[in-house]
């Protein structure tokens, strides 16, 4: 995934209130308590616990991406986290391993963070790690589409200008682009980032999920 997210020069002066809207969101959601060990679970409180787990995933790819996006500047990210203890060492932890060179674009970071929660209450995430990052990578077409309407340009042009930025068509595929383009453009008014974002990581390892049943022959 090298290389598949550009970071020009016109990225930095670009309105920071997104990255930051986005970021808080995701922060706040997160905020709940770390899961209970799995003896103490059932299913259902399995289920909220991930729940919280997926709200942690997408802080984490916010964080990576507000860091990354920004030429690593740490006051995009951690002003942000004031006064959240478990997000703050998250940020801290990631930063350190964006700049180490470990995480190499923020769905990376995304599916870190949810595979381990998956570990520790015992669930199946639905798809291999490599795929879910890969779905959570695709979470920035509605990032910059959203971004690019914010800025009041018109759909046609968005969409242009968004498939310039993201290059790789095996990650970032022309019909998901039109698609996110219309989610994102055909409502009156702008629509809530975090969960389009989230429709279209989870839209994503579904697929990927029911594609694996239906190769191994589980699916039929």
Not at 27 to 48: S, V
Not at 175 to 194: G, M, R
Request: glycine letters at 6%.
């Amino acid at each position: 995934m090298n290389g598949s997210l550009r970071n020009d020069s016109t990225t930095v002066s670009w309105p920071m209130a997104c990255l930051r809207a986005v970021l808080v969101a995701t922060g706040l959601a997160a905020g709940a308590a770390a899961p209970a060990q799995t003896g103490t679970l059932t299913d259902e409180t399995r289920r909220d616990a991930f729940r919280a787990c997926d709200a942690r995933a997408f802080l984490a790819l916010n964080i990576a991406r507000n860091y990354m996006l920004t030429g690593k500047n740490r006051d995009a990210v951690m002003p942000h986290l004031q006064g959240q203890p478990i997000a703050v060492a998250m940020a801290e932890n990631l930063m350190s391993r964006i700049d180490a060179g470990q995480v190499r674009h923020p769905g990376e970071a995304a599916a870190d963070v949810l595979f381990e929660c998956a570990e520790v209450l015992q669930l199946n995430v639905g798809a291999p790690k490599k795929q879910v990052a890969v779905c959570f990578t695709r979470t920035d077409i509605a990032f910059f589409l959203h971004l690019e309407r914010s800025n009041q340009v018109a759909h046609q042009s968005a969409v242009a200008r968004v498939q310039a930025r993201l290059t790789s068509r095996e990650l970032y595929p022309a019909v998901l682009i039109d698609q996110v383009a219309k989610a994102v453009y055909a409502p009156p008014e702008l629509p809530a980032l975090p969960p389009l974002m989230g429709s279209i990581a989870w839209g994503c390892i579904r697929q990927a999920s029911s594609a694996a049943a239906a190769a191994s022959g589980t699916g039929r």
